[in-house]
């Protein structure tokens, strides 16, 4: 059993993700896919769209969309809830495909033909990014984890195992993981004791402030709650 310290610890800081460049593609996406996404992105920092209006933006404007891509395009962390959660209000149909050779997932369309939709994507993701808090431009860790180890879960144990505070967000631009939640569990049950918080952070990409969840060996986070009492 768990005890409470492997569960949460305190955050007081909040993350700005500075985002001087990103570029995420599809390696044959048609020029018309491209420029429905941008359409797109550009509504969604226009209207400071939440996560669900994100999602729905997407799958009403673009021909078809991927599991794969949407938590990179949209900065979703929880988009197969998403998904079902609009089902019941979007014809959603999907289709099974596999990502840049190896990995299994689904295409989604409110399309009612998807015959012409690709078996198979290769998907690129180029970043330059700032990740400020009260210390300062607080990249660097993550960068030089994500240089010198190349699996996402490897690099995730790495950033833990180092005392970092791992957000969602830090998976995602630096770690390339898609779903922490996921590989947080199979950590856990590797036996690694990690604590769970949550973070305010906001982001340039998608212009808006929430809060997120965020990462810690557990064993840190014990260590900075007997500081602060």
Not at 22 to 51: D, M, N, R
Request: charged residues 25%; positive net charge.
């Amino acid at each position: 059993m768990l005890r409470r310290s492997d569960k949460e610890f305190r955050v007081a800081e909040r993350i700005d993700y500075q985002i001087e460049k990103y570029h995420f593609t599809e390696v044959s996406e048609p020029e018309h896919l491209t420029q429905q996404w941008t359409a797109v992105i550009e509504k969604c920092h226009e209207t400071q769209a939440g996560v669900e209006e994100r999602l729905r933006l997407a799958l009403q404007n673009v021909d078809y969309v991927t599991s794969f891509e949407l938590p990179f395009r949209l900065l979703l962390i929880r988009a197969p809830q998403l998904i079902a959660s609009l089902r019941d209000r979007l014809p959603v149909r999907q289709k099974n495909v596999i990502f840049n050779g190896k990995r299994f997932g689904c295409v989604y369309s409110l399309k009612t033909e998807l015959s012409a939709i690709p078996e198979a994507f290769q998907y690129r993701l180029s970043t330059r990014i700032r990740r400020v808090n009260a210390a300062g431009n607080s990249a660097a860790p993550f960068q030089q984890i994500a240089k010198e180890t190349k699996a996402p879960r490897d690099r995730l144990r790495t950033a833990l195992e180092s005392g970092l505070q791992v957000t969602v967000l830090d998976g995602m631009f630096w770690f390339g993981i898609q779903r922490m939640a996921a590989d947080i569990q199979r950590l856990r049950r590797s036996g690694m004791r990690i604590a769970t918080a949550e973070v305010e952070v906001s982001d340039s990409l998608t212009g808006t402030l929430r809060r997120v969840p965020v990462y810690r060996l557990a064993e840190t986070a014990e260590l900075n709650l007997s500081n602060q009492q």
